[in-house]
């Protein structure tokens, strides 16, 4: 049976500590991605994974200031859940949590963006359909339904 972990994530500026259930895997590949920037000095800004709820988060590694690897005994579910929540932003010294309306597509390579690091401005729509330019260095956090991440990525090109 996998083990399940809470990872309890401290961020600047963030009153709040985020939550957010893994399976042992994807705890191991978040601790990996930290032990590796420790040595490297770099890494990029975005680190990504799955969680248990069925959505992919991205976590800006510039606003991290602590993670916990919290374990938890109780038996995990089978397999991930289906997220139907809409692509979710939360900025730096903001309180609320911006929203976005999303074709898959588009949720797609805004997650494909975070990761790369390159841009400074990245496009997404928000919840009535209306362009937004997400500055990448003003978001502590990211999610996405992972279903509909995997969902689009069979079919992206290289």
Not at 37 to 55: P, Y
Not at 79 to 104: C, H, M, N, Q, T
Not at 123 to 146: C, F, I, K, R, Y
Request: net charge negative; hydrophobic share 40%.
């Amino acid at each position: 049976m996998p083990k399940r972990f809470t990872l309890r994530l401290q961020f600047q500026g963030e009153d709040e500590d985020l939550f957010i259930e893994v399976r042992e895997g994807q705890s191991d590949r978040l601790a990996e991605t930290l032990k590796m920037c420790s040595k490297s000095g770099s890494c990029g800004t975005f680190a990504t994974f799955e969680a248990l709820s069925g959505d992919t988060f991205a976590l800006n590694l510039d606003y991290l200031q602590l993670v916990r690897f919290l374990w938890d005994a109780a038996p995990g579910p089978s397999d991930l859940l289906v997220s139907d929540k809409p692509v979710r932003i939360k900025f730096y010294g903001k309180p609320e949590v911006i929203e976005s309306a999303s074709e898959p597509e588009d949720a797609f390579a805004f997650f494909h963006d975070l990761s790369l690091g390159e841009d400074q401005f990245v496009p997404l729509l928000d919840e009535d359909g209306e362009l937004m330019a997400v500055v990448t260095a003003q978001v502590v956090w990211a999610s996405a339904p992972t279903l509909m991440l995997q969902e689009v990525m069979r079919d992206w090109p290289d």
